[in-house]
Structure formats: C-alpha cells, structure tokens
Nanobody, 123 residues
Framework: VQLQASGGGLVQAGGSLRLSCAAS????????MGWFRQAPGKEREFVAR????????YYADSVKGRFTISRDNAKNTVYLQMNSLKPEDTAVYYC?????????????????WGHGTLVTVSS
C-alpha cells in the first residue's frame, strides 16, 4: 500500500485547508484510514480516523467541530477538511492505513504511512 498526502500549505489563522491522501496497491475499502500530525519537538498525535465504509468517524478533542474526515472509495482517497485553523494546528500531517479490526488512535495500530504534508498556520 502506498499513500500520498497533499494539500498542505501556509494559511492564516481562521482559514481553511483540505488535505487529500491518495492510496494505491490494494483495495482501498479494505482498510481503515487515519490522519495524524507531528509538530516540531512533539510526538506524533492522532487527529481523526474513518471506518472502511466511511460511516463511522472519530476525532481528537482538539479538532472536533473544526475538522472533518471523509473518504471516497471509488477514488481511493481520504480527505481532511480543516476549518477555523489555529496556529497550534501547525504540523506535518500524515495519513495512515490500518488493516486491523481493532485500529484506533494509536500510531502503532496503523500499518502503512504516507510521507506527510506540512500545514503552517500563521497568527
């Protein structure tokens, strides 16, 4: 499985960005997807995840109500719509895929990772 994240950039506080993650190599609908982020000097942290069908989503408290994860299984792509961005959202954002039935919010529960895309939010 190969994952390619894109859509990062520089945005002012209060602005929006939409990240995309294109997957290849295996049937996309067979794995759960997640977004994580890592700020300089900090550990990688969970942002959001979505079930194989797309019906179930889960968010970190820090982004709930501002970010929306979605997926298009026909396009082999998962998205992260980020609204009302804050400077503390600045990080490299990674998409990840899990083939496990019990995947959750821990990076160790994901099997494949993209290279990441940088999001910078200026104040």
């Amino acid at each position: 499985v190969q994952l390619q994240a894109s859509g990062g950039g520089l945005v002012q506080a209060g602005g929006s960005l939409r990240l995309s993650c294109a997957a290849s190599g295996r049937t996309f609908s067979t794995y759960g997807m997640g977004w994580f982020r890592q700020a300089p000097g900090k550990e990688r942290e969970f942002v959001a995840r979505i079930s194989r069908s797309g019906r179930n989503t889960y968010y970190a408290d820090s982004v709930k109500g501002r970010f929306t994860i979605s997926r298009d299984n026909a396009k082999n792509t998962v998205y992260l719509q980020m609204n009302s961005l804050k400077p503390e959202d600045t990080a490299v954002y990674y998409c990840a895929a899990s083939f496990r039935l019990d995947y959750g919010s821990s990076p160790g529960q994901y099997d494949y990772w993209g290279h990441g895309t940088l999001v910078t939010v200026s104040s």
